[in-house]
């Protein structure tokens, strides 16, 4: 089989297993139909040009983040309703917390045609297991620090804000999040000792640092956006903060109070992965 047939054949495998599990996640309540749809596209880059090694950690990342929204769901109901999106994912979702990881494998894969001597490709690795790293740290800090006994803070200025509010942290949030990235780490780590991937260029403690480290760092960065220019509106019925918009869940219309009118949750997550898998390639090139 030439080598176009061969790329052919990993994509048509890629997605058949992206559509299958997308489809698993809907039929589970944890996609909606456009997230479903997304996450099949995202799933046949991943799998087909990165195969296996890749799609467990973006598996680790889907698995145990759509897990934790359901865990806890009936001791967060009613809890940071004026925040949070739900448990299914929409495709706005999907994208933000997977797009980064498929950009970075399609620029892997790209790489591998055309040098695949460089030794830019374990960053690559590195910054696809980061970024999603990001993304499960920003999802287990949300969904396990809204748990949080006492009313969380808001990052720029420590003032005690309601459970859910974006850029608010909190001590059990602050390690969830840590756990979060770590578990993504491990499983890289993993992932490269049992050959999944080529890249092991670096000891395996160093991916698993560099991977956990990128990731923590993600979400931290996704609670200063979030405390600061995501944009927040008001409203005036229930004189409440909310991320809603237009409406507010009582049927009001909401203003803008502060931040970007265009930077709503998706775009802080995006920005969340990004700066994960950016640090995870830095720190992998580095070192």
């Known amino acids: 089989m030439s080598e176009n047939g061969v790329i052919f054949l990993k994509l048509l495998i890629g997605f058949a297993v992206?559509?299958?599990?997308?489809?698993?996640?809907?039929?589970?309540?944890?996609?909606?139909?456009?997230?479903?749809?997304?996450?099949?596209?995202?799933?046949?880059?991943?799998?087909?040009?990165?195969?296996?090694?890749?799609?467990?950690?973006?598996?680790?990342?889907f698995i145990s983040a759509s897990l934790l929204s359901k865990l806890f769901g009936s001791r967060k109901e009613g809890v940071g309703e004026d925040f949070a999106k739900g448990a299914r994912r929409d495709a706005g979702q999907v994208l933000a917390n997977g797009g980064v990881a498929g950009v970075l494998v399609l620029f892997h894969f790209i790489l591998t045609?055309?040098?695949?001597?460089?030794?830019?490709?374990?960053?690559?690795?590195?910054?696809?297991?980061?970024?999603?790293?990001?993304?499960?740290?920003?999802?287990?800090?949300?969904?396990?620090?809204?748990?949080?006994?006492?009313?969380?803070?808001?990052?720029?200025?420590?003032?005690?804000?309601p459970k859910g509010t974006s850029g608010a942290i909190s001590l059990a949030g602050s390690l969830a999040a840590v756990g979060g990235a770590a578990l993504v780490g491990g499983v890289a780590a993993v992932v490269v000792s049992v050959g999944g991937v080529p890249e092991r260029m670096l000891p395996l403690?160093?991916?698993?640092?560099?991977?956990?480290?990128?990731?923590?760092?993600?979400?931290?960065?996704d609670s200063v956006?979030?405390?600061?220019?995501q944009a927040m509106y008001f409203c005036s019925k229930c004189q409440k903060e909310t991320e809603r918009h237009p409406m507010h869940?009582?049927?009001?219309?909401?203003?803008?109070?502060?931040?970007?009118?265009?930077?709503?949750?998706?775009?802080?997550?995006?920005?969340?992965?990004?700066?994960?898998?950016?640090?995870?390639?830095?720190?992998?090139?580095?070192?």
């Open 225 to 229: 956006l979030g405390g600061t220019v």
């Open 18 to 61: 992206g559509t299958a599990i997308a489809y698993l996640a809907y039929r589970a309540q944890a996609l909606d139909r456009r997230g479903a749809v997304a996450a099949a596209l995202l799933g046949t880059v991943i799998i087909g040009l990165g195969g296996a090694g890749w799609a467990v950690i973006l598996l680790t990342f």
């Open 205 to 221: 403690w160093s991916q698993f640092l560099i991977v956990t480290l990128g990731g923590t760092a993600g979400a931290f960065i």
């Open 113 to 161: 045609q055309v040098d695949p001597e460089s030794g830019l490709l374990p960053a690559l690795w590195l910054g696809f297991a980061a970024s999603l790293a990001g993304a499960n740290a920003d999802t287990w800090g949300t969904e396990l620090g809204i748990l949080n006994p006492r009313k969380p803070v808001l990052i720029t200025n420590f003032r005690q804000v």
């Open 249 to 287: 869940i009582c049927g009001t219309p909401t203003v803008l109070k502060r931040g970007l009118a265009w930077l709503d949750n998706d775009w802080v997550n995006a920005a969340c992965t990004l700066s994960a898998g950016f640090m995870g390639m830095i720190l992998g090139s580095l070192f």
